[in-house]
């Protein structure tokens, strides 16, 4: 009787050394494919949820791991992150920014122990668990850079709005195509080709960019466009020099010259005139500048001059500053803006304006519904015209029977 007594107890204390050695070696935990092998304490299964060794990880991941026993905290740190993980709580913190746990860390057998996937993905991991295997699969997601900030290419949404980003900034796009809201507003794009793969998309927005062609992303059921730039140059109050109205030329040349809504103008007038048996006006590029002009300044002095004393009626209302009729104007009269670039308005030539960004066929049937502008349009002497728009300001027109310089 006292030997199987003795027999029992040995076989209890055996199973007990053995159960935490067997329940250790059945959970592997491979990083990158290769399998971490723990000094002490090994992986556990907790309230239904794996617990793995913070040391024998986040050390083989790179992190160095520190441990403040007063405060019962472990911090782990890398170049980009630094996570702190406190003893019986469900919370933790990565640069500063709360997480929560399924299960709180906590001591077993002298190691600090804790679920890895919450942490894991808040540094940029991907944790997967194979259960007929009993394997933890550790991987790193991979990221992006944009601008100077790193961004993964699992997200499915991402604010880039006002980041001063160009057309080589956001090529790394394409790689995310997981995401389906994308805000790039305010930046500095003009192309969208690294964004005609993101099938996913379904809210973009363009605001204030400088973009001509939006058929890469014509895809996107809710497309915004918004009002796109056409300068890089904000005009200043007072007459350009030579060599600003030169730079202000090549800008622009830059932004891709005359706009698809400038051309469809002058196509547009040329059919009215058709059908009154006049002859076809010629794009002349001297006053598609100088309408471009009158354009921008409308939008970029709008509020700045006022009106000398008697050039309006008293009581009247203009809301698009003095351009056309004012020759006080800062820049000048038509006639004086044009000649600066090298258009010839002195003789039987003028301007018509509309407020606003307008459609082209809007534009055109607006002034052809105006006595003043219709007759303006349809003048047998026209042979040369200048179509400019500018977002948020004005549309300028300008005909004249000479050729530029």
């Known amino acids: 009787m006292k030997k199987l007594i003795a027999c029992i107890v040995i076989l209890v204390i055996t199973v007990t050394m053995i159960t935490p050695a067997f329940a250790q070696a059945q959970i592997r935990v491979l990083v990158e494919g290769e399998q971490i092998q723990f000094a ?29 026993g007063g405060a019962q905290q472990a911090t782990l740190v890398n170049d980009n992150y630094t996570v702190v993980l406190t003893i019986g709580s469900s919370a933790f913190t990565n640069n500063g920014v709360r997480y929560t746990l399924d299960v709180p860390a906590q001591i077993i057998n002298g190691s600090t122990m804790l679920p890895l996937r919450a942490v894991l993905e808040s540094v940029g991991y991907d944790l997967g668990w194979n259960g007929a295997t009993s394997t933890v699969s550790i991987t790193e997601i991979p990221t992006i850079e944009i601008g100077d900030r790193r961004f993964r290419v699992t997200l499915t949404a991402l604010d880039l709005s006002n980041m001063d980003l160009t057309d080589d900034d956001i090529i790394p796009l394409q790689y995310m195509t997981n995401l389906t809201r994308l805000d790039l507003s305010g930046n500095q794009i003009r192309e969208l080709t690294a964004l005609a793969g993101l099938r996913s998309l379904t809210h973009i927005f363009l605001t204030n960019n400088m973009i001509r062609d939006f058929s890469p992303v014509e895809h996107v059921a809710n497309l915004n466009r918004g009002t796109q730039r056409m300068s890089s140059i904000t005009l200043p109050n007072r007459r350009l020099t030579d060599a600003e109205r030169q730079e202000w030329i090549a800008d622009y040349i830059d932004f891709g010259g005359a706009t698809a809504v400038e051309l469809e103008v002058i196509r547009l007038i040329n059919i009215e005139r058709a059908n009154y048996g006049l002859s076809q006006v010629q794009m002349d590029n001297s006053l598609m500048l100088a309408a471009r002009f009158f354009a921008q300044q409308a939008h970029d002095l709008r509020g700045i001059w006022t009106y000398p004393v008697g050039v309006y009626p008293a009581g009247r209302s203009h809301n698009f ?6 020759p006080s104007a800062r820049h000048g009269a038509s006639a004086n803006v044009a000649e600066a670039f090298g258009a010839n308005l002195r003789w039987n030539g003028g301007n018509w304006f509309s407020s606003g960004t307008m459609s082209a066929s809007s534009l055109v049937s607006g002034w052809m519904n105006s006595p003043g502008h219709r007759n303006y349009i349809l003048s047998p002497e026209h042979r040369f015209i200048g179509v400019g728009q500018f977002p948020g300001g004005v549309s300028y027109l300008f005909l004249t029977d000479q050729a530029s310089r």
């Open 40 to 68: 002490g304490q090994g992986p556990a299964i907790i309230q239904g949820r794996t617990l793995v060794p913070v040391r024998g990880v986040f050390e083989h991941m790179g992190f160095a791991v520190q441990w403040d």
């Open 321 to 326: 500053g003095p351009y056309a009729s004012n």
